[in-house]
């Protein structure tokens, strides 16, 4: 029995170092292709477009909403706490913290995961079962330059995009529902805000959504390639996309906000 | 081992997946010009040998010899080169779903000639969708076209390269009457033009008439060969069998 | 869809050049509203803890902010020596004899620090010289050498007012010659007095809210909310109302000769006498904060309202329990003196109030 524990433990051992290899051999590719993209870029670019149009513009209303219901939110929850406590200034600072440094690019990152991240797995795993990649592979272009670049660039701009609209939007909606606590004009909220926002708040925000993207459009085209040749197996890669992306995404925001404010 | 005027040469190729050999040390030689078609029944090999030939798939062992260039150890530039000079048609015309019919068109030609001016490509890609009555189809997407409509396109995506070897996976399976005499008369247009055809079928039919030569092919190796006459006398039931032969 | 496509090089580009126009003008009008590239001075500043202190708590004169702390350490002394940095257009506003006032907010533990300009304002303090807070000794003898001061005159008046009031609530210092009745009638008084008293604090805010010089009340213009802050304090005067009022009906109680059966059924006062005493205590620490309040108000301008949020609670309790006296069956007796006396009245009052 126990050689039996010792055998399987040893079986998923071997299996996940080569599932990382395999992983980092993609990953490899990837940025080496990543590097060439300008060569490519009269083929690839309709599809980087598209990934921006898809991932980015066409998920904006969905996360301005989103952001302006966490800002008016935090507000609330902040004025709920606080109560009367001289709040005033506190309250900037809570947005500042809770939006900008934090929930814009972590939030933006889970809506990209379940919106785009299980497309992007999908789609390739379908790609995958049709032949399409073989297709590519015939005419010569590289699945990973054509397909994978332009769309882990895609994610990256888009996240990255979606971010300051995020921010943007989640700051606006803090104003609004401010504005019932603490009647204020909007400039000069904005103003108030710029006191508390450092550089490094935004430079941190958008390192993490860069970063962000890069795990979020790797992990989702590597699993979406993975299919083998059934159509069973595209919604399984797509759930093994979703958890490792969220789950890349949070050890990434920890390791990042420390090298920001930690370290 | 070599032959004259060989245009593709695959020598003691392997290849085996999941511990299942599927190609077994096959030796096999395609002169420049030749319409050879590879008879088989379902699951003999003949697709993998044709990824294999097409750069799809890479053999275990063995070597394939294209235009005197050994493919193995390319430079990117020699490997885009041959990948040019090689097309594939797929069973089911394997166009890029999320690409209008004039994207997927237009993607080999960006890729491989990217100096050529938009406005030509165009011209080349309406040229041949007029011959084949598809120009309504151009801004279509691949899930609003038929089979036949599908399997066209994938035609002429692997033509508009101007290959020097074509590959054709089952050519007229799902194809109606007038798409299958529109595709045979391509063919017969391409030996012409001393393009080598190497066609993957489970029946010979309407190929007879043109094709040099005839592989049976069965479990991944070359059961028997000849020119179709040569195989039509042979005694070996599956050939008989796939012959249509009583 | 089709539109989509079609235009999708077109939607793209202005989607992402309208978030980077947006993140390129955020971070000019942060280095513009921070002052990123603006003249710094660096001053020194000394304080007795580094409590709410950050390397990013505002320097703020008359509730504007002027600077920023960069740095912080603990010295020799065990106090907490800490740099910090005025820009250019307010570096006249560093005097000599000036004092640093910090505040710590009890909730966010973050710190206000108020400088308090020292007298002269052409001494200007050169660079590199040290500003102390008034919670060391050189600060402490910046104040009661009358070189800065600390807090604005109209809650200093009004806080001369309560420690009167008080003082008059605790003269009767003496256990036995402290009867009950004499410390009602000296509620009673008091209750008078603080009627007064809030009448005043009521017209004086009333001025404050109708106040347009810019040179006036400027302490007051640095709160969040003037109207917010009145309105809770007149709430607050009407609830001290209430209380006092409470404690008149009370007085008239204890004349109710009931309770003489009560005192001759209780004579050691241990069933009865006892608990309204501690009753009473606590009207007495009820008042006591309420005092506190008043002098912890003064101090921490920036925190008032909040303040006086805590002060609302203070005074609630105060409330309840006179209602508990006045609704105690009990109370128709005799109550002997306080057992003790906590209120000093005189320690509740800060020094440097005029």
């Given at each position: 029995m126990p050689a039996r524990i010792a055998e399987s433990i040893g079986d998923n051992?071997?299996?996940?170092?080569?599932?990382?290899?395999?992983?980092?051999?993609?990953?490899?590719?990837?940025?080496?292709?990543?590097?060439?993209?300008?060569?490519?870029?009269?083929?690839?670019?309709?599809?980087?477009?598209?990934?921006?149009?898809?991932?980015?513009?066409?998920?904006?209303?969905?996360?301005?909403?989103?952001?302006?219901?966490?800002?008016?939110?935090?507000?609330?929850?902040?004025?709920?706490?606080?109560?009367?406590?001289?709040?005033?200034?506190?309250?900037?600072?809570?947005?500042?913290?809770?939006?900008?440094?934090?929930?814009?690019?972590?939030?933006?990152?889970?809506?990209?995961?379940?919106?785009?991240?299980?497309?992007?797995?999908?789609?390739?795993?379908?790609?995958?079962?049709?032949?399409?990649?073989?297709?590519?592979?015939?005419?010569?272009?590289?699945?990973?330059?054509?397909?994978v670049v332009p769309r882990v660039f895609g994610v990256v701009a888009a996240m990255f995009t979606l971010t300051i609209y995020f921010t943007v939007a989640g700051l606006l909606g803090g104003w609004a529902v401010s504005y019932f606590f603490f009647p204020i004009g909007l400039e000069d909220f904005f103003f108030r805000l710029l006191n508390e926002l450092a550089v490094v708040d935004i430079f941190s925000s958008f390192t993490k959504s860069i970063v962000f993207g890069f795990a979020v459009g790797t992990i989702a085209c590597y699993q979406g390639m993975k299919v083998a040749f059934a159509t069973t197996e595209v919604p399984q890669r797509t759930i093994k996309s979703v958890v490792q992306s969220l789950t890349w995404v949070i050890i990434l925001d920890i390791l990042i906000t420390m090298v920001f404010y930690v370290l | 081992m070599s032959f004259d005027n060989s245009h593709l040469f695959l020598e003691n190729i392997t290849f085996s997946h999941n511990g299942r050999a599927l190609i077994q040390d096959l030796t096999l030689n395609f002169e420049k010009g030749s319409f050879s078609v590879i008879l088989g029944g379902s699951g003999s090999g003949k697709t993998i040998l044709l990824k294999i030939i097409g750069g799809i798939l890479f053999p275990d062992d063995g070597r394939i010899v294209l235009d005197e260039i050994d493919t193995e150890n390319l430079t990117e530039a020699e490997e885009k080169q041959l990948r040019q000079?090689?097309?594939?048609?797929?069973?089911?015309?394997?166009?890029?779903?999320?690409?209008?019919?004039?994207?997927?068109?237009?993607?080999?030609?960006?890729?491989?000639?990217?100096?050529?001016?938009?406005?030509?490509?165009?011209?080349?890609?309406?040229?041949?969708?007029n011959r084949y009555s598809l120009s309504d189809i151009m801004e279509k997407r691949p899930a609003e076209l038929s089979q036949a409509q599908k399997k066209l396109s994938g035609f002429i995506r692997a033509l508009l390269t101007r290959p020097e070897i074509l590959l054709i996976d089952e050519p007229l399976a799902s194809v109606d009457p007038t798409s299958s005499r529109l595709l045979i008369q391509e063919l017969v247009k391409q030996k012409s033009q001393k393009t080598t055809i190497i066609v993957?079928?489970?029946?010979?039919?309407?190929?007879?008439?043109?094709?040099?030569?005839?592989?049976?092919?069965?479990?991944?190796?070359?059961?028997?060969?000849?020119?179709?006459e040569q195989v039509r006398k042979s005694e070996n039931p599956l050939t008989k069998e796939l012959l249509h032969i009583d | 869809m089709k539109f989509k496509f079609k235009y999708t090089n077109k939607i793209v580009g202005v989607f992402m050049l309208v978030a980077l126009g947006l993140l390129i003008g955020s971070l000019i009008l942060i280095t513009i509203q921070q002052k990123v590239f603006v003249k710094?001075?660096?001053?020194?500043?000394?304080?007795?803890?580094?409590?709410?202190?950050?390397?990013?708590?505002?320097?703020?004169?008359?509730?504007?902010e002027i600077g920023r702390i960069t740095q912080f350490?603990?010295?020799?002394?065990?106090?907490?020596?800490?740099?910090?940095?005025?820009?250019?257009?307010?570096?006249?506003?560093?005097?000599?004899?000036?004092?640093?006032?910090?505040?710590?907010?009890?909730?966010?533990?973050?710190?206000?620090?108020?400088?308090?300009?020292?007298?002269?304002?052409?001494?200007?303090?050169?660079?590199?010289?040290?500003?102390?807070?008034?919670?060391?000794?050189?600060?402490?003898?910046?104040?009661?050498?009358?070189?800065?001061?600390?807090?604005?005159?109209?809650?200093?008046?009004?806080?001369v007012n309560t420690d009167r009031l008080l003082e008059n609530l605790n003269r009767d210092n003496n256990e036995k010659s402290g009867a009950l009745f004499r410390a009602l009638v000296n509620l009673a008084d008091a209750s008078e007095k603080l009627d007064k008293t809030?009448?005043?604090?009521?017209?004086?805010?009333?001025?404050?809210?109708?106040?347009?010089?810019?040179?006036?009340?400027?302490?007051?213009?640095?709160?969040?909310?003037?109207?917010?802050?009145?309105?809770?304090?007149?709430?607050?005067?009407?609830?001290?109302?209430?209380?006092?009022?409470?404690?008149?009906?009370?007085?008239?109680?204890?004349?109710?000769?009931?309770?003489?059966?009560?005192?001759?059924?209780?004579?050691?006062?241990?069933?009865?006498?006892?608990?309204?005493?501690?009753?009473?205590?606590?009207?007495?620490?009820?008042?006591?904060?309420?005092?506190?309040?008043?002098?912890?108000?003064?101090?921490?301008?920036?925190?008032?309202?909040?303040?006086?949020?805590?002060?609302?609670?203070?005074?609630?309790?105060?409330?309840?329990?006179?209602?508990?006296?006045?609704?105690n069956p009990l109370i128709r007796g005799g109550i002997q003196s306080e057992a003790e006396k906590e209120i000093q009245g005189s320690k509740l009052r800060p020094k440097h109030t005029k």
């Open positions: 051992l071997l299996e996940k170092a080569a599932g990382t290899r395999e992983f980092l051999q993609f990953f490899g590719e990837a940025i080496r292709q990543m590097f060439l993209f300008s060569r490519q870029s009269q083929v690839a670019t309709l599809v980087l477009m598209r990934q921006i149009l898809f991932t980015g513009f066409e998920a904006l209303t969905l996360i301005s909403l989103i952001a302006a219901a966490i800002g008016g939110i935090i507000i609330i929850e902040g004025h709920l706490m606080l109560g009367d406590f001289g709040s005033g200034q506190l309250l900037y600072v809570i947005l500042v913290t809770v939006i900008v440094r934090e929930l814009s690019s972590l939030l933006v990152a889970f809506i990209i995961i379940a919106r785009s991240g299980t497309a992007i797995s999908t789609e390739l795993g379908n790609m995958v079962v049709n032949h399409e990649i073989e297709a590519l592979q015939s005419i010569g272009i590289s699945p990973i330059s054509y397909l | 000079k090689t097309s594939f048609v797929f069973q089911d015309g394997a166009l890029l779903s999320n690409l209008t019919v004039r994207e997927n068109l237009m993607l080999p030609l960006d890729f491989h000639f990217p100096g050529i001016p938009k406005s030509d490509k165009m011209e080349a890609i309406s040229g041949y969708l993957g079928a489970q029946s010979l039919d309407r190929f007879e008439k043109w094709c040099d030569r005839v592989l049976i092919f069965q479990n991944g190796k070359v059961l028997e060969e000849g020119s179709p | 710094k001075y660096v001053f020194k500043a000394r304080f007795l803890d580094a409590e709410g202190l950050s390397t990013s708590t505002p320097i703020r004169f008359k509730g504007y350490r603990l010295n020799e002394e065990n106090t907490i020596d800490a740099d910090f940095t005025v820009v250019e257009e307010y570096r006249t506003k560093i005097v000599e004899n000036s004092g640093l006032n910090k505040a710590k907010n009890p909730i966010s533990g973050t710190s206000t620090i108020e400088l308090l300009q020292g007298p002269d304002p052409q001494k200007i303090l050169p660079e590199g010289g040290l500003i102390p807070s008034i919670d060391i000794p050189e600060g402490r003898r910046l104040l009661d050498e009358g070189l800065v001061i600390k807090t604005g005159d109209v809650i200093s008046s009004m806080l809030m009448d005043q604090i009521s017209v004086t805010f009333d001025k404050f809210n109708k106040d347009e010089n810019p040179q006036d009340g400027a302490i007051f213009r640095a709160l969040t909310n003037m109207a917010d802050l009145t309105e809770q304090l007149q709430t607050t005067t009407a609830l001290i109302n209430k209380s006092l009022i409470k404690s008149d009906t009370l007085m008239s109680a204890y004349a109710n000769p009931n309770g003489l059966v009560v005192k001759l059924a209780d004579p050691k006062g241990e069933n009865f006498i006892k608990p309204i005493n501690e009753t009473l205590k606590n009207l007495n620490y009820s008042l006591t904060e309420m005092g506190k309040l008043l002098v912890f108000l003064n101090e921490q301008q920036p925190e008032l309202s909040g303040v006086i949020s805590e002060g609302k609670q203070t005074l609630s309790t105060a409330q309840k329990t006179l209602e508990g006296i006045n609704n």
